[in-house]
């Protein structure tokens, strides 16, 4: 009985030992330093976390089924550039389309995240029908996107956005950032996704044994194909979200996002294996990721070794997912 409890001790801080550290150097850093702890701070961190978890909700449906996502960046620059290219003032003398008149915000977000579930689409057709491996299909789609967005764009940034889209990213609701309640809706129908629908099961089942799913009747191509083609919706209006709060867009816009989301995800528990994964998992990686990046910052670690930071992060957190899975064989 004694064995059993230490093991399943050992078992609980090897599995939790990246998110331990991580709150441990968090507290040092609040201890160690000033204004750490303040109401500005969670803003600002509360913030940064609402697109972040946006795009990580959506990779988190594609690494459930053992695939993953490598577009998510240059979808979020153009869901970012389609909206710029909408919401831009009359009075801007770079105006995109100089005669057309702003959309309302609410309608240019839709048609930034219906382009880019267009192309999510295109991707899951690839990935379910041609059999070609998730991680080809969303490098391919990640490259016609960049080069697409260039010659939209000219490779121009955009600016001079009406102050309704400005005000998507500066505005409070109840002493919270529109973008935060944006997020927060997002992970709500998420998770009612996940945990309701016929939808979410598929999923879950396709992740553990897409074989033996098949045979039991779940529609595995439809089902992959609305995976890619819902993730790159939420790439959409990240973009959009990330284009209101930076006051600008340009190709680069979320340049490298889809590595922090993936790696959030795995963090928090979502299976790099498939099959496994919630919706407070993308919940807790983004934030183990954000208070590791704020608390290093604080206590005036490099910029640049920062990098090396999260990247020994990201080693220690897929290994300790792949010794989860060879243990369970």
């Not at 594609?62 to 909408?86: E, K, M, N, P």
């Not at 080069?147 to 121009?156: D, E, K």
């Not at 930076?246 to 190709?251: C, P, T």
């Not at 910052?297 to 930071?309: D, F, H, P």
């Amino acid at each position: 009985m004694e064995k059993t409890k230490q093991k399943q001790i050992t078992d609980f801080l090897i599995n939790n030992g990246v998110i331990i550290v991580m709150f441990i150097l968090v507290i040092v850093a609040g201890l160690t330093t000033q204004n750490f702890f303040t109401l500005n701070n969670l803003n600002n961190l509360l913030n940064n976390m609402s697109f972040r978890l946006v795009i990580a909700l959506g990779i988190a449906g594609c690494v459930i089924t053992a695939g993953c996502d490598l577009s998510a960046g240059r979808l979020i620059g153009l869901g970012g550039c389609i909206s710029g290219v909408l919401l831009q003032r009359m009075d801007y003398s770079g105006k995109f389309f100089p005669d057309m008149q702003p959309l309302n915000v609410f309608l240019a977000a839709l048609v930034a995240m219906l382009i880019c579930a267009v192309f999510g689409t295109i991707t899951g057709f690839f990935i379910a029908y041609l059999s070609v491996p998730p991680f080809i299909a969303t490098l391919a789609t990640m490259e016609i996107v960049y080069g697409l967005n260039m010659l939209f764009t000219n490779a121009t940034p955009l600016g001079g956005f009406t102050t309704e889209y400005t005000n998507v990213g500066s505005g409070k609701f109840l002493g919270l950032s529109y973008l935060v309640w944006i997020a927060l809706v997002i992970a709500a129908i998420t998770w009612f996704i996940f945990n309701m629908t016929r939808h979410g099961k598929y999923m879950y089942a396709i992740g553990g044994n897409p074989q033996a799913a098949e045979v039991a009747g779940v529609p595995v191509k439809l089902t992959l194909i609305l995976i890619y083609m819902k993730a790159a919706a939420m790439y959409g209006l990240a973009g959009f979200m990330l284009g209101a709060k930076s006051g600008g867009a340009s190709v680069q816009l979320g340049y490298g996002y889809e590595m922090e989301a993936i790696a959030a995800c795995t963090i928090g528990g979502v299976s790099v294996t498939g099959g496994r994964g919630k919706v407070s998992s993308a919940f807790v990686g983004v934030a183990v990721f954000e208070l590791l990046k704020i608390a290093l910052q604080y206590m005036g670690v490099n910029a640049n070794a920062q990098y090396i930071a999260i990247g020994i992060v990201i080693f220690v957190a897929i290994s300790l997912d792949i010794r989860k899975y060879v243990a369970k064989k």
